[in-house]
């Protein structure tokens, strides 16, 4: 009997195990260690909940040019006060020294007067669909705070289909200053043509934007 009971506790811890490592290499299929090290699981729920596309793999597809999302519209958000239709500053961002062995990529980007040069960045996707997470620190009035940008699309010809921004608070170091939103608070933008076309650079001009300049509020900006 005991050895019954013995064996049968064996094949269990054994079964369990398995399992545990089962579910680990899934976890791991989906996305690189650095993208799990960066967003926290609790996190990365909540911006797919709230609607963000975020594309799993290991095998994104080539997305190295320059792209202009506009007109860039919020299309949800978890900030009290936001209005869900709201149209910012166009988004110009550029893909750089893209990796597929490190799965990492450079970003620069111009959002009205913000920009970002240098970003290091982190890849996942499959086929034609890829996501990028930007690791970002920022200060203001000398209070850190740890931030993630997603850039989630399908790379096309003619530039990317179906852009989706996302700027997130990973940590406000418990805001001493009072300057930040809330950890886990963001928004999420789109480019609401549907198509974020290849620009030459990140100073070019969209002409037939400019008709819509008076309704355009703001960069994006996760400040209280």
């Known amino acids: 009997m005991k050895n019954n009971l013995l064996f049968a506790t064996i094949i ?12 680990k290499a899934e976890t791991d299929d989906k996305f690189s260690e650095d993208i799990q090290n960066l967003v926290p699981d609790s996190l990365l729920q909540a911006i797919i909940d709230l609607g963000m596309p975020i594309n799993e793999g290991k095998t994104p597809p080539s997305i190295e040019n320059i792209y202009l999302a506009s007109p ?48 290091g960045s982190f890849m996942s996707g499959s086929g034609n669909n890829f996501s990028v997470f ?8 000398g209070y850190r705070a740890d931030l993630v940008q997603i850039i ?5 010809s003619s530039g990317i289909k179906d852009l989706y921004y ?24 789109y480019d609401s043509d549907g198509l974020s076309p290849i620009i030459e650079s990140l100073t070019s001009f969209d002409k037939g934007n400019s008709e819509n300049i008076l309704n355009i509020s703001s960069a994006m900006s996760i400040r209280k």
């Open 12 to 23: 269990f811890f054994t079964l369990c195990l398995s399992f545990s490592s089962c579910k």
């Open 72 to 119: 860039f519209e919020l299309i949800a958000s978890n900030r009290a006060g936001d209005v869900v239709g709201n149209v910012f500053s166009d988004l110009k961002i550029e893909f750089t020294n893209q990796d597929n062995d490190k799965l990492t990529v450079t970003v620069n980007y111009v959002n009205g007067p913000e920009k970002g040069e240098g970003l």
């Open 134 to 141: 930007v690791e970002q620190v920022s200060y203001i009035s």
């Open 152 to 156: 989630s699309g399908t790379k096309t």
């Open 166 to 189: 996302a700027l997130f608070m990973i940590n406000n170091y418990d805001n001493p200053g009072g300057v930040w939103i809330e950890n886990g608070e963001g928004r999420i933008v």
